[in-house]
């Protein structure tokens, strides 16, 4: 699937938004994630930052809302 193909898809995929950080403004596809998974947030290898080749780790806020559906369904701090 190329570039475009992808942003084609993206209105029916489910993200979270990336926010502050090294990554500030990214969108992470969570489709298909558990609820659980959402909850534990992720560590993504970057190269941007204080120190490339490291993690930049995102949580979610405990008992901000999440929307249901595609698109952009909550945010990682």
Do not use: K
């Not at 938004?17 to 609820?35: A, F, K, N, Q, S």
């Not at 979610?60 to 929307?67: D, S």
């Amino acid at each position: 699937m190329n570039g475009d193909e992808q942003l084609l898809n993206g209105p029916h995929r489910t993200y979270a938004e990336l926010v502050g950080g090294p990554l500030d403004g990214l969108l992470v596809d969570i489709h298909g994630w558990r609820t659980e998974e959402a909850e534990d947030g992720v560590a993504l290898s970057t190269e941007l930052g204080r120190w490339p080749g490291g993690r930049a780790l995102y949580d979610p806020r405990p008992g901000e809302p999440r929307t249901p559906g595609p698109g952009v369904s909550c945010r990682f701090y």
